[in-house]
């Protein structure tokens, strides 16, 4: 499915959706008979790709897959039309991350008879990212270490409306609602884009460039704009020093 017609090829779907029934996936169902309806956001094709090979085997997994979106403005076209059970969704998206998906699907999310849930699924562990989603209304967050199975167990208990969270990504949660502080506005980092954030991160925990990209699919080059990006931005010298930056607001 092209990210250009990812928003349009969810008719079908969007009439599965409005009559409640669901399409010849769902027939039988996979995982001793469980039957979910997830769309898939994210804005790398080939991670969305390995995410429907994975778990999208609807009679083996009962997780069937009914639309995709690269960027918030797809994904919000694609999760009204489609009314999925679920959404995997990236925090970092072209359009305002995924905060700004939940924001603009909180009427979905808040639906008591039918609602839409959002699990987090992303690279990134760093904690504003997971409390900001959580606070945006995600129930739940996990890596894309995640192994398949461990995915769809996820799928699942989000679907039934439990909380779901990779290890040590709960104490981040727990931390931030146990405080009713506002966490104190970091200028230099509000300066980087959340990719900038991501390259940031991964630099600062000793990942070489080739590392980086395959982690983020992305090019070499594109990692090396982004270093020198964040460099320039933080005024800082090298990866010694920005390694040290970020190990003192401890985003390592």
Avoid at 59 to 70: H, L, R, S
Wanted: aromatic letters at 4%; hydrophobic letters at 40%; charged letters at 25%.
């Amino acid at each position: 499915m092209s990210d250009a017609t990812e928003a349009n090829g969810t008719a079908g779907a969007a009439e599965t959706a409005r009559t409640g029934t669901a399409g010849t996936g769902a027939a039988g169902g996979g995982a001793g008979g469980r039957h979910v309806r997830v769309v898939l956001v994210d804005d790398h094709r080939m991670f969305r790709t390995g995410v429907q090979a994975e778990i999208g085997q609807t009679a083996e997994t009962g997780v069937e897959v009914v639309g995709e979106a690269a960027d918030v403005d797809q994904a919000v076209t694609v999760i009204t039309a489609t009314r999925p059970e679920v959404v995997l969704l990236d925090v970092h998206l072209p359009g305002g991350g995924g905060v700004e998906v939940l924001r603009r699907c909180a009427a979905l999310t808040a639906d008591v008879e039918r609602p839409v849930r959002f699990l987090a699924l992303s690279v990134s562990d760093a904690a504003d990212d997971v409390i900001g989603v959580i606070r945006g209304g995600a129930r739940g967050y996990v890596t894309k270490t995640i192994t398949g199975t461990d995915l769809v167990d996820s799928i699942f208990r989000v679907q039934e409306g439990d909380a779901v969270f990779s290890p040590r990504l709960a104490g981040f949660v727990l931390d931030a609602f146990a405080s009713t502080d506002a966490p104190p506005v970091d200028e230099d980092l509000d300066r980087l884009t959340q990719r900038e954030r991501e390259v940031l991160r991964l630099i600062a925990r000793g990942y070489a460039y080739k590392e980086i990209a395959k982690q983020l699919f992305i090019s070499v080059k594109t990692v090396e704009s982004h270093v020198s990006a964040v460099l320039r931005k933080l005024q800082l010298s090298n990866r010694h020093e920005l390694t040290r930056w970020a190990t003192a607001r401890r985003l390592v």
